[in-house]
């Protein structure tokens, strides 16, 4: 009886040990990813455009294009998804450099951006806010955000004063609930498993996974909102943007049928880019 008692302990312990590994192991690989650079930059479209280097108010350097058009007084900054970069949403929103002067960066952690962490678009607010500060500094005061993923949801929960409209493309609307999604395969271990994330989280980056909501801060906010997401999108469910409107009805949001996930602009092709060239001119008078 002794001896099933301490093989039952052992087991117990022994399980516990290696359950609080995978937990970090998971913590760190989707908090740290592998840096994703593109080969593709602004003159793969026959675009010039200038190296830029932003830096937050924590002192991390950003690695950003900056695409100068000489008719356009105002701005878009483009934002990439996760673990991506710049260069991968550059054949997404070429467009905008026809009409506009466009910035782009790679967020903390990822692409050519200094930082070890990304914290899913908590900090990543930061980031925007150097971009949003290097246009004011060259005189650019009417700027408009375009998100995907990550970058979506970093578009809507900021709340800089100096945003005048914003698109998102695809956003998550709760970083818990999109973690759980992410590890549904893992059955009773997929709580347990986001649980212990957020706490290593709360260690490591001083995140906490329930402070990221996107609807929380839409359902207060005057500046307009145009979201677009696929029907099938199997990476952030359409139920997120959803959520989303439901908390802000002012919110236009446009389901693009068959589109997964990078999907929309693809799918939705002259529509897509002609609904938010005709966004951006209307919000950015």
Known sequence: MKMAYEIFIRIFVYGLILFLFFSFLFFFLYSHPSRNISYINPSSYGFKYE???????????????????????????AMHGYPMDKGNIFGMVSFLAKKYNLLLFDFRGMGKSEGFFTT??????????????????????????????????????????????????APFNNLKEELEYSFSNMGIFKKP????????????????????????????????????????????????????????????????????????????SSHYEEKIISFFYKNLK
């Open 51 to 77: 190296n830029i280097k932003l830096k937050t108010k924590d002192g991390i350097l950003l690695d950003g294009w900056f695409i100068e058009n000489k008719k356009s007084d105002r701005a878009i900054i």
């Open 120 to 169: 899913g678009g908590k900090k990543e607010l930061m980031d925007l806010d150097s971009a949003i500060e290097y246009l004011d500094k060259i005189g650019i005061k009417k700027i408009g955000v375009f998100g995907f993923s990550l970058g979506a949801s970093v578009a809507l929960l900021s709340e800089n004063e100096k945003i005048n409209a914003k698109v998102a493309d």
């Open 193 to 268: 498993l986001v649980f212990m994330m957020n706490i290593c989280g709360k260690i490591f980056t001083g995140i906490e996974l329930n402070s990221i909501i996107v609807s929380d801060i839409v359902k207060k906010t005057k500046v307009p909102i145009i979201i677009f997401h696929g029907e099938n999108d199997t990476v952030a469910p359409l139920w997120h943007s959803l959520n989303i409107k439901k908390e802000n009805p002012e919110i236009e949001l446009i389901i693009i049928k068959g589109a997964d996930h990078g999907q929309v602009h693809f799918i939705g």
